[in-house]
């Protein structure tokens, strides 16, 4: 259950487990929209993984999955990525990598070199469409 602080209506509220040293929730859902905070590549028990841009990648895009179920959303839902890429001379292999992580989902994104991008190779956010249930 969320607490009231986290809740702002019935269609607007905070998802997941808000880490108390950073002032954001790793997703809002606004509506028939959910709003993705910048992951990274973790693993299911919140270990940072370290490998190459396309295990990276693909964990990113992993935990992005774990977070939207909580909405009973997927991928396949995902409308809009942006990825910050450590190195963009990693473009190609994350792209494959990308590729193969995204499946059918039909989707814009936008990709760009970031130096804020510290202890990752790539961070990703996302919006979601993945409409409300109807009221009851």
Known sequence: MLSDSTRKSASHYAIGNKNPNLP???????????????????DENNNMISGTIEEETLATLKTIARVIAHEGATLSDVVRI?????????FGRY?????EGIGDAV?????????????TKIEM????????????
Do not use: C, M, W
Request: aromatic share 10%; net charge positive.
């Open 107 to 119: 989707l814009a994104r936008t990709t760009v070199e970031a130096k804020a991008v510290i202890n």
């Open 82 to 90: 942006t990825t910050y890429l450590e190195d963009t001379r990693d």
């Open 24 to 42: 954001f929730h790793p997703a809002v859902r606004a509506g028939d929209f959910i709003f993705v905070s910048g992951q990274v590549p973790k």
């Open 125 to 136: 956010d996302a919006i979601v469409y993945k409409p409300l249930p109807a009221a009851r």
């Open 95 to 99: 792209n494959k990598a990308f590729l």
